[in-house]
């Protein structure tokens, strides 16, 4: 393992990421979400391909055991994307942020709904911190007033829609990680949400500006690379070492939604996502405890057993 380097590849990930949310943002009144879900998916797939060829997997590295579950991860995770897409032109960059931290949490929820996954005391109390941390987010937008006749009461439901589905994407993927590999896992995602996105044309797209579609170009092209990179900091190091650099993206959500936006956080966006981002660290303190433990358990079973 190399911690530093993973480090590195992590917060390079996170930064790499913002900047393509805000692209997105920044040319969501010029397309549609749907479309900016093609043009993210479709121009990240030949950055991966050139990623495989370099790691020489190209010929068998996406190879698909489990195509049925591809998919279902595919269509899940497009959701997801669609949904965030839509709410970023409807709310402010460092409030997205914000909530899309809700999705570790609903990712203890559905391990244990769904992966069978033993949910003790501590990451309840954390789930539900972090839960009371995102409805104080969500709250001014929840109320009856100038918010709903703007659109930002639907954008935090879409952000909040989108962290959900994020969850369930996260489900499906450690399911296919026990046959699948991380190149296949990250491909087929690609391709999938190339092809789901194409159904949305039926309601509409346009025919992007030359400079709108740079932007597009752009935002695919470093999504591919945020995927490689963030990939590449889990073989590195330890997860619960490099998760909490996670948390980078809200410092750079505040920094660039104030620069270029002309956004500036309000106090429930700030005290909220300070109860999430608490509630994230405790879960990933209590995952990386587990593994310990689960490490000692194995050191002391005897061979063969």
């Known amino acids: 393992m190399q911690p530093f380097r993973g480090i590195i590849f992590k917060v390079l990930s996170v930064c790499l990421f913002v900047a393509m949310a805000s692209i997105i943002k920044a040319t ?15 121009f990240a797939i030949p950055v991966i391909l050139g990623w495989l060829a370099l790691q020489g997997q190209l ?15 595919g269509l899940v995770g497009t959701t997801a994307m669609g949904l965030g897409f839509a709410g970023l032109g ?23 709904m769904f992966l069978g996954e033993k949910v003790r005391l501590v990451r309840l109390g954390a789930v539900a911190l972090g839960m009371v941390g995102v409805l ?20 935090a439901v ?35 949400a190339t092809v789901l996105s194409l159904i949305t044309a039926y309601w509409g797209w346009v025919w992007p500006t030359p400079q709108t579609f740079a932007l597009l170009v752009c935002a695919g092209l470093i999504g591919g690379v945020g995927q490689i990179c963030l990939t590449t900091s889990y073989r590195l190091a330890e997860a619960s070492l490099i998760a909490p650099f996670d948390y980078v993206s809200m410092l750079l959500a505040v920094i660039i939604g104030f620069v270029i936006f002309d ?41 063969g057993g």
């Open 28 to 42: 969501s009144s010029d397309v549609p979400p749907g479309q900016a879900v093609f043009f993210r998916s479709f």
């Open 59 to 73: 010929r068998h590295g996406w190879e698909a055991k489990n195509p049925i579950n591809h998919f279902w991860r």
């Open 90 to 112: 409807l709310l402010p960059l460092p409030e997205v942020t914000a909530i899309g931290y809700a999705a570790p949490l609903f990712v203890v929820i559905f391990a244990a």
């Open 136 to 155: 104080i987010v969500l709250s001014p937008r929840l109320s009856v007033g100038a918010a709903f006749s703007t659109g930002e009461t639907l954008g």
């Open 158 to 192: 879409l952000v909040l829609g989108s962290a959900f589905f994020a969850a369930l994407a996260q489900v499906y993927i450690r399911k296919l990680t026990a046959t699948e590999g991380t190149a296949a896992i990250v491909f087929w995602f690609s391709v999938t």
């Open 263 to 303: 956004e500036v956080p309000t106090q429930a966006v700030l005290m909220g996502s300070s109860l999430i981002i608490g509630a994230g660290a405790l879960i990933i303190w209590r995952e990386s405890q587990l593994g310990l433990e689960r490490a000692q358990q194995r050191k002391a079973l005897p061979p």
